[in-house]
């Protein structure tokens, strides 16, 4: 009976296997390596030999046209260069040959070399500075911020407007006050300190021509120095040696006084991070001071005479000049943050100004005899690139415009001479916002 029981019959199912080629394990079954498989006759070496030696149709020896060979052997030129591959090893390429294949391009540019700076030997302007103090003890010249130049002569102090050539009279001080032997702009352009030989540092505001404070009994002796740290510390430097901080804004202004020379402050430069002061005096030291401590940071004693000019470099930090007077003629470089001397250069003349460029890698210095010239040295070479003359009598007095295009010296010839050191940018100055923000509410002395 269960024999004759109906099964229904059952599909037909083969069993799958894996085909050889898909082996995991290799196999020398003639299916070839698993990555590169059996070509058949193509991986025969005699039938592959025999292909290769059969010529093309393009190359047999039938007859070809002219033009035909003509643009074969004009191709090959081009392609090959000369060469028998196409492919060969060298140790450099052969420039490309531009053939009549190719099709006319534009000429190409070059990139446009650097123009080089032509700086004029002729004075710009040349203005009268009658009865101007010719000592080395005093700084009577100084470019605001705000591009209006301040001069003392004698016991009055005038404003030169660089924008549109209008001067004005700011002040004339009592003649027990004469003469006034330094000025110094704020760096916001519209307040000036006036130092006088009684030993009084007057406060101006020169919109209004108003003065705002009186400094006294600071010093003994003239003020022949000053150096504002911001719109609210100014510093001033006198006869006896003495360095003092004066905070503007409150009563008691002195907060800090410096000791460490022996004789005349003669210049006095704060970095523009405000941390530094560098002073040069007569006793032949420049010091290094922190704003934070009465004592000298630094003490350099390599001059071997009167240091007059001090100038803190725009591009690197830590890094000052220094120059000597008539018996050293040395422009010597700091380094501040080691306390060591990199470099010292010999300039023929005294030394008594130094300005670094706010556009070249450069520093100005003005001399005295016997040339009274103003030099300009790239940096770091000190190579001279430019040497101005016209002055009669040393350059005592040197300063910079806010844009760094112009330079005006001063000398006891009773001359100011303006001189254009680099060319004045072609764009237009956008218009000052109005608004009185955080970063400029606190900018004018209060």
């Known amino acids: ?12 199912v083969r069993r799958w296997r894996r085909p050889p080629w898909a082996s995991s394990r290799p196999t020398t079954r003639g299916f070839g390596d698993r990555f590169i498989p059996n070509r058949g006759d193509r991986m025969n070496i005699n039938i592959s030999e025999a292909l290769l030696n059969i010529p093309r149709k393009d190359e047999s020896t039938d007859e070809v046209s002219p033009s035909r060979a003509a643009y074969r052997k004009l191709l090959a030129d081009t392609m090959l260069q000369g060469r028998t591959r196409v492919l060969s090893f060298s140790n450099r390429p052969r420039s490309p040959l531009k053939s009549s294949l190719e099709a006319p391009s534009p000429t190409h540019i070059q990139p446009a070399a650097r123009k080089r700076r032509r700086i004029p030997q002729a004075p710009e302007k040349t203005l009268d500075a009658p009865d101007i103090v010719g000592d080395d003890r005093f700084n009577v010249l100084d470019w605001g911020n705000k591009n209006v ?68 009994g600071i010093h003994q002796g003239p003020v022949g120095s000053l150096a504002w740290n911001n719109n609210h510390l100014l510093t001033t430097g006198g006869l006896q040696g003495a360095i003092i901080n004066n905070d503007v804004r409150i009563q008691s202004h ?135 003359t016209g002055h009669t009598s040393s350059v005592l007095y040197m300063t910079q415009s806010p844009d760094g295009c112009q330079v ?39």
């Open 254 to 388: 002195a907060v800090r006084s410096y000791r460490g020379h022996d004789d005349v402050i003669c210049g006095l430069k704060w970095s523009s991070c405000g941390k530094h002061l560098a002073s040069g005096g007569a006793d032949k030291l420049v010091n290094i001071w922190d704003v934070s401590r009465s004592s000298p940071l630094h003490r350099f004693s390599n001059h071997t005479s009167t240091v007059r000019a001090v100038a803190w470099c725009p591009f690197k930090d830590n890094l000052l000049a220094s120059g000597g007077g008539e018996t050293d003629r040395c422009i010597k470089f700091w380094n501040v943050g080691a306390g060591t001397c990199l470099k010292s250069v010999e300039t023929g003349s005294e030394v008594c100004g130094l300005l670094w460029s706010k556009h070249e890698r450069e520093l100005l210095s003005s001399h005295g005899p016997e040339k009274n010239q103003i030099a300009v040295w790239k940096y770091p070479s000190m190579t001279k690139i430019a040497e101005l």
């Open 149 to 216: 130049l301040s001069i003392a002569l004698d016991d009055t102090v005038y404003l030169w407007n660089a924008t549109d050539g209008s001067t004005t009279e700011l002040v004339t001080v009592p003649e027990s006050s004469a003469p006034i032997t330094s000025v110094s702009w704020a760096p916001d352009g519209r307040h000036i300190a006036i130092g006088q030989y009684n030993s009084i540092v007057e406060l101006y505001d020169v919109t209004t021509k108003k003065l705002l404070r009186t400094l006294a």
């Open 408 to 446: 005006a010296s001063a000398s006891a010839d009773e001359t100011l001479k303006l001189w254009q050191i680099n060319e004045k940018s072609t764009k237009k100055n956008a218009p000052k916002s109005p608004y009185v923000g955080p970063t400029n509410m606190y900018s004018y002395i209060r």
């Open 1 to 12: 009976m269960d024999a004759d029981i109906y099964r229904e019959p059952l599909p037909d």
